[in-house]
């Protein structure tokens, strides 16, 4: 090793014992990482699965970043009995059993008709539906559970399509190069604890002030409304009328009345000029 390389080799080495002694520090204090709260890839990955071992209670089930995302709380044996008989259900809300769950959804009472059919089987129907899932998302949780070893797959699905395309754009364009890095630091604890504060403080940025103005908004243009409107007050605007909108000052053609509300049970009159443009 050159004496150019040594302080480097040094330096990289420090850097990772005081990581590494970080990490330790965060784990025993409880801190718990983003890929335990919820999936990075949003179901776009077979990186991060749906269901994980439970090897004390020899089943798998969803975990918490499972549950708190789109899928019911489910859980199967690990291995699957020689009379078993395994279905999977997959597809959207209607599947999962918005808005109740899975209880109320038909999984469950198909699960009920098999047993009272096959009482000499052992039934497990899971209920693999997910909240928004449309066809990309369910192909990759599709190659998953084949690997439970499933006896029917039951695919109840067709109104999705669009959300997927429309609120999931970045993760269908993605590098998928990057999906190891990513995966990385949603493993890594004082990533995780930093991302956390950042979003807290950026929340709290985002809040409006009890003076009606969001957070670090400058004063000077509340002072700049009150000025236009020849007052010298930066409070806020006028408090809107009983309809939810804010009353205007009378100008000119106006008498300062308000138009009288419509009989209860009737629709508003149509503006004047309405039945012309038919």
């Known amino acids: 090793m050159g004496p150019k390389l040594k302080p480097a080799v040094f330096a990289a080495i420090a850097a990772a014992l005081f990581f590494g002694l970080v990490e330790i520090a965060l784990w025993c204090a409880g801190v718990p990482t983003l890929l335990s709260e919820h999936d990075p890839f949003v179901g776009f990955s077979e990186r991060v699965p749906v269901f994980e071992l439970d090897a004390g209670r020899g089943l798998y089930r969803t975990p918490r970043r499972a549950t708190e995302h789109s899928f019911n709380y489910q859980e199967f044996r690990a291995a699957k009995p020689a009379d078993g008989f395994r279905v999977f259900v997959l597809g959207g809300s209607s599947a999962f059993g918005f808005p109740w769950g899975a209880r ?17 089987r052992s039934i497990e129907v899971v209920n693999a539906a997910a909240m928004s899932y449309g066809s990309h998302r369910l192909r990759i949780l599709t190659h998953e559970l084949l690997r439970y070893d499933p006896d029917l797959l039951i695919l109840h699905e067709g109104h999705n399509e669009f959300v997927e395309r429309r609120f999931y754009r970045d993760h269908l364009v993605r590098a998928d190069a990057l999906d190891g890095v990513q ?15 950042y979003r807290k403080l950026a929340h709290r940025a985002a809040e409006p002030d009890p003076a009606g103005r969001s957070a670090g908004e400058p004063r000077s243009r509340w002072r700049g409304w009150a000025a236009r409107r020849g007052g010298s007050s930066p409070g806020p605007p006028p408090a809107p009328g009983p309809t939810g909108s804010a009353r205007a000052a009378p100008g000119p053609g106006r008498t300062g009345r308000s138009s009288p509300a419509p009989a209860a049970g009737r629709p508003p009159a149509p503006p004047a000029g309405w039945a012309a443009r038919g």
């Open 183 to 197: 995966l990385a630091l949603a493993r890594w604890r004082l990533y995780s604890m930093l991302s956390r504060v």
């Open 104 to 120: 109320v959804a038909f999984p469950r009472l198909l699960g009920d008709a098999l047993r009272a059919a096959w009482p000499e």
